[in-house]
């Protein structure tokens, strides 16, 4: 079958996600097994086009990785009639404004969340590319992680009867950057670039939450910046004027509620970076990055209080591995080869920009919960 060549702007690649998780784990390594596979068993390699404000850390990635094309010049790239799609990686700041770009341009989107800094954006960019007849889309690569995915096979197959809350935990301690350096850039606890673990991670949370649970009908949230002065890459302190923990309290459809820590503030004492437990009247899971541990209720164990005797059973003995069933790739290459299916032979692609629209409203709304100390409902857009 035949091979063929679609050319991808990609802007922002000099940043960890952009760079790491897209460029090379995702675009190269489709072109390195030879291509996305169509329908009709024809295949799609992709040529990335580079662009970035810094016109050296472009060729050395370049060079790197023996891309052809970088420039600093957005609207070039734009004007090449072969480069089909647009990939926006930057800083949520300067999302915007290149995305519209991209948009008048008749290129379909393909962009990191959030979208935007505020729903009305991340709406007006949805409302843009519907009017201009371009596919559009946004990553939401924690749905495609394997603990999720075996959570996913568990709710599919019925297995908590009727679904009870759920509970989540995320985050690990993130250097100040004066002993040590920081592992997240800057401008992340920086409120007037974009920063806060309120919009990075409540878009996340959002589209976990509606695609596996059901619609968010309120948040009550409290947002808090726990460290107030961090030191930045070039060794200046600067003040910290974005949150960088967040507690909420979402209550879903069909009665769930669900409970999610956010902080770059906790020491981690878990398996795994994330875990969401999940439970209900016949079981319960325990889902991370990749792992999923399940305790059916025949299984589970009937503790009484009591603090005056040491507790005797081991209630982790008591869960039992999912077996994975299947080969998990990586999830931001797996939602690349959907959206390129997507783009040129119209496969479905659910995560579209509306759907990143709700998920920045969800942090939106949850900043605001926290400022005016109240639970807020969240109407449906």
Request: hydrophobic share 40%; glycine share 10%.
């Amino acid at each position: 079958m035949s091979v063929r060549t679609i050319g991808v702007v990609m802007n922002g690649v000099t940043g960890r996600m952009g760079y790491r998780q897209h460029l090379v784990r995702s675009v190269l390594a489709i072109n390195e097994q030879g291509g996305v596979t169509l329908s009709d068993g024809g295949r799609v390699k992709i040529k990335p086009v580079l662009v970035g404000r810094n016109a050296d850390k472009l060729a050395d990635i370049a060079t790197k990785h023996g891309i052809s094309d970088f420039t600093t010049e957005l609207d070039s790239a734009l004007a090449d009639d072969d480069n089909l799609i647009y990939f926006d990686a930057q800083v949520t700041s300067a999302r915007v404004k290149a995305v519209l770009k991209a948009i008048e341009a008749g290129k379909h989107i393909y962009a990191e969340k959030p979208t935007a800094e505020s729903t009305q954006e991340a709406m007006a960019l949805a409302e843009a590319a519907t009017a201009k007849g371009v596919k559009n889309g946004v990553v939401q690569d924690k749905l495609f992680l394997p603990g999720l995915l075996k959570l996913k096979r568990l709710i599919d197959g019925g297995f908590f009867g009727r679904i009870l809350s759920v509970r989540g935990e995320f985050g690990y301690w993130v250097f100040e950057g004066d002993w040590q350096e920081a592992q997240r850039p800057s401008w992340n606890y920086r409120a007037e670039d974009g920063g806060g673990i309120v919009l990075d991670m409540f878009p996340h949370w959002h589209y976990v939450m509606e695609n596996l649970f059901g619609r968010v009908q309120s948040v009550y949230a409290r947002a808090v910046t726990h460290v107030p002065a961090r030191v930045d890459e070039q060794g200046n302190t600067y003040q910290a004027t974005a949150d960088d923990a967040a507690y909420g309290i979402f209550e879903l459809e069909g009665g769930i509620v669900a409970q999610i820590n956010s902080s770059w503030t906790v020491r981690v004492n878990r398996d795994e970076l994330v875990e969401f437990q999940v439970d209900g009247t016949h079981g319960s899971a325990v889902a991370g990055l990749r792992n999923c541990r399940v305790q059916h209720r025949s299984a589970t164990p009937k503790p009484v209080w009591n603090p005056d005797l040491p507790a005797t059973a081991r209630f982790r003995d008591g869960w039992q591995e999912v077996p994975d069933n299947a080969e998990f790739d990586n999830g931001f290459k797996v939602q690349w080869e959907a959206f390129i299916k997507h783009v040129l032979e119209d496969a479905p692609f659910p995560n579209d920009f509306a759907s990143g629209a709700r998920g920045v409203q969800l942090a939106e709304l949850g900043l605001r919960s926290s400022a005016e100390g109240r639970r807020i409902e969240v109407p449906q857009l």
